[in-house]
């Protein structure tokens, strides 16, 4: 942390506790002359919160790291902005009594406990610095602790004052009960500033409520977290965090971490666990587990290389060639090895369903009703979605394969110094139809948002070459059904994955192929589901 922040940082708490004795003193003898002190004093608290301010902006811009470290500079930002509303929220205790005063500033009810109030909010600032200067977590927690006591207090004084009101002191009334929730607001303040403190010491922005999920990753790595990095690598859209731990330093993470909602992440625990038992060295380790007050975390081995998204990305050519052959060849070996006689159908119309209320918000233009153009009806969406799902019915897959369950490009890696392929994020893996993962593959790497034409026209011979190796597979299975059912996928995956699309011409370009394959798929007649053939070129060449 350089200097002229600490040197801020220091006078700002300085002044704050300054301010705050202020408002105690008014408390044991009220006067107009306290609160035109604080307001005098305004300005040279929002002074020093700006001169932070530039200076985090300052590092941010010369920095290396500039993920973690805008993590920590925001941290730092955000501290002093806690720090300047609890002089606003001190002000506001004052100010609600000057305002409805006529002569006399009426006598505050319950003047003492505001007076200890104040003080312990006082005490508690003394934790701010060693905290943030010294990377003393306990400092972070003891701030949080004092804060969740301080608004029990309010609380509990707010409660009794509105069913006992004090019957001598009526017109103080009110502004005592301003004054009480301006208190709270100050505890609120140091609740943000414990979680500041955290964010700014592990560079990631940590909900205090889930440090000892953290720790006890730590524990796990017989590292103490001081020593640690901690940096966010994804937020995913079922509301989980995952982060990369590593030695302060360091470029290699140890470990992976993440932590939400307990039913999801036991049922990833469970999904690797299941990989662990039928295919072997394809899933990751799981370092430790753990749930604590409605939250869970977990600690997952590191894989080396890279995700397959990451290869579409890159340039390297042979690189992305070599995966590719060797997704396809440890795909087979699993769907061989897992092959099971009972069918399971994806039922994708009925996946797509569930969706469509969520497709609809984001454009309520594919709400397509029935049209005619030039004497030729064009059904409705609602009528496709029905037509196929019929059509679906008819073409059940003939056996069913262990799955991956959500095979998007970003949860596959793969190992070159190994040649070896690892699958992420398990918590989906069930028996199923293998088109569910082929087709949500395919759409994954066609929304990719790459626009320029040679790397464009590279990713779709990608996903034209996975279908060509699955189509070999489906033949030698006798799986005569397997492009009409791969197609009702695709259909699916294209429409669906616009919800996270706003790009309008590339989300526009997905429905119009989901269309164009249901229009097709609604047309195939009974007992000639076999003849379907995928047109593969006109959705995957651009």
């Known amino acids: 942390m350089s200097q002229i922040i600490q040197e801020n940082l220091h006078f700002l708490l300085s002044e704050v506790e300054t301010q705050l004795q202020q408002a105690a003193e008014f408390f044991r003898t009220p006067s107009p002359k306290h609160l035109a002190t604080l307001e005098s004093r305004r300005g040279y608290v929002s002074n020093l919160r700006m001169r932070i301010q530039r200076e985090t902006i300052r590092l941010l811009s010369r920095s290396r790291k500039p993920v973690q470290q805008e993590v920590r500079m925001r941290a730092v930002d955000n501290l002093a902005q806690a720090l300047e509303l609890l002089t606003d929220s001190a002000r506001g205790c004052l100010s609600e009594f000057a305002r409805h005063a006529d002569d006399d500033l009426p006598q505050p009810p319950k003047r003492k406990q505001f007076r200890r109030m104040l003080k312990r909010i006082t005490l508690a600032l003394e934790l701010v610095e060693p905290g943030l200067f010294d990377a003393d977590a306990n400092a972070a927690v003891r701030l949080k602790q004092r804060s969740d006591r301080l608004q029990l207090t309010c609380d509990n004084l707010q409660a009794e004052l509105i069913e006992k009101p004090p019957s001598e002191k009526r017109t103080a009334l009110l502004p005592t009960l ?51 990095d901690v940096s966010t690598l994804a937020e995913t859209r079922s509301g989980s965090t995952i982060a990369g731990i590593r030695k302060n330093s360091s470029s290699r993470y140890l470990a992976i971490y993440k932590e939400g909602d307990p039913g999801k992440l036991d049922e990833e625990v469970q999904g690797v666990e299941s990989w662990h038992e039928i295919y072997p060295g394809l899933a990751p380790r799981i ?19 890279q995700t397959f998204e990451s290869l579409l990305f890159a340039d390297d050519g ?39 209320p969520s497709i609809l918000s984001v454009h309520p233009e594919f709400d397509r009703p ?88 590279r990713l779709m011979a990608v996903a034209r070459t996975i279908y060509m190796a699955c189509r070999r597979f489906a033949k030698q299975e006798k799986d005569d059904s397997f492009d ?5 996928g695709l259909a699916r995956s294209f429409i669906t ?19 164009y394959l249901m229009e097709q798929i609604s047309a195939v007649k009974p007992g000639q589901e076999d003849r379907y053939k995928l047109p593969l070129k006109e959705l995957f060449l651009e």
């Open 178 to 228: 301003f004054a009480c929730y301006s208190l709270r607001q100050m505890a609120l303040s140091l609740e943000q500033m414990a979680e500041a403190i955290l964010a700014a010491n592990l560079g990631q922005a940590i909900n205090l409520s889930n440090l000892a999920h953290i720790r006890q990753a730590a524990a796990e790595l017989k590292r103490p977290l001081k020593k640690l």
């Open 318 to 356: 042979a690189l992305l060639e070599q995966a590719s052959r060797q997704l396809m060849r440890t795909l087979r070996s699993i769907w061989r090895e897992t092959r099971n006689r009972k069918a399971e159908p994806a039922q994708f119309m009925r996946q797509l369903d569930k969706r469509l």
């Open 497 to 515: 994955s616009t919800r996270f699309i706003f790009d309008k011409a590339l989300a526009g370009r997905m429905y119009m192929r989901a269309l």
């Open 484 to 488: 009409l059912r791969l197609a009702i």
């Open 370 to 457: 029935q049209l005619q153009i030039c004497g030729e009806t064009l059904p409705a969406l609602q009528t496709l979605v029905d037509d196929t799902a019929e059509v679906e019915a008819r073409c059940k897959p003939p056996f069913s394969v262990y799955i991956h369950g959500d095979f998007n490009v970003d949860n596959i890696i793969y190992d070159p110094s190994e040649k070896r392929i690892f699958f992420i994020d398990l918590h989906r893996s069930r028996y199923l139809d293998y088109c569910q993962d082929i087709s949500v593959l395919m759409v994954s790497i066609y929304r990719l948002k790459i626009l320029e034409r040679d790397r464009r026209r």
């Open 287 to 305: 370092l430790a587990h753990s749930e604590k007050d409605g939250s869970a975390s977990m600690l997952i081995e590191h894989l080396p290389g």
